[in-house]
């Protein structure tokens, strides 16, 4: 760990499976939208790390605020996301 893009991803991805776990004690969590944020930290990690000028920075910090915004507006605010696959 070098950057702080690889700081800001291992957290949110932390963050991430924590909130997987807290909320699937509740009920059973869909994980498939557990899945749009790691991959949100992975793009973002890629982008600062390997994209020379201020195209990086700017692209990945955007990414990162997307993936919070996501995080937030669809997992959090809503007490996790529940599987409904199993309900009939």
């Known amino acids: 760990m070098n950057t702080i893009y690889d700081f800001v991803s291992v957290a949110i991805f932390i963050a991430l499976v924590g909130m997987f776990l807290q909320f699937s004690r509740k009920e059973d969590q869909d994980i498939a939208a557990y899945i749009w944020p790691m991959l949100g930290c992975a793009i973002g990690n890629f982008l600062g790390n390997e994209l020379d000028g201020i195209a990086g920075p700017i692209s990945a910090w955007a990414v990162f605020i997307a ?3 996501y995080i937030f ?8 996301v529940a599987d409904h696959v199993d309900e009939e």
Do not use: F, Q, V, Y
């Open 67 to 69: 993936t919070g915004a």
């Open 73 to 80: 507006l669809r997992i959090l605010r809503n007490d996790g």
